[in-house]
């Protein structure tokens, strides 16, 4: 019923830049919430950051005042703009979101996207 795919992935050196995007479609009546997470080898996915109605952000604290999730909510799709990048953001960065569909309004799943490989060298 709904699909997440990312885009935007790919190799910089420290300090360099990168926009990932995530574009959700199918038959959906609502997105409550867009988000990232991340995951590396022998860690549990964690929480990169979201955005809720579509103004409302969380980070977390390793990428507060470098990174900035923002969306376009006619085009479903949520956007994670990373600058200052540091070795330690190399993970594979995942789309998440919390909709509800057409023959379920009211009642929120969570969707995940298949991921897309970020790559900071020193």
């Known amino acids: 019923q709904v699909q997440l795919v990312e885009s935007g992935g790919g190799s910089v050196q420290a300090g360099g830049s990168l926009r990932l995007s995530c574009v959700a479609s199918g038959s959906i009546a609502s997105i409550n919430a867009m988000g990232w997470y991340r995951q590396t080898p022998g860690k549990q996915r964690e929480l990169v950051a979201i955005i809720t109605s579509g103004v409302n952000t969380n980070y977390a604290d390793s990428v507060k005042g470098r990174f900035t999730i923002s969306s376009d909510n006619a085009k479903n799709t949520v956007y994670l703009q990373m600058n200052s990048l540091k070795p330690e953001d190399t993970a594979v960065y995942y789309c998440?979101?919390?909709?509800?569909?057409?023959?379920?309004?009211?009642?929120?799943?969570?969707?995940w996207g298949q991921g897309t490989q970020v790559t900071v060298s020193s």
């Open positions: 998440n979101a919390v909709i509800e569909v057409v023959s379920a309004v009211g009642l929120g799943h969570v969707y």
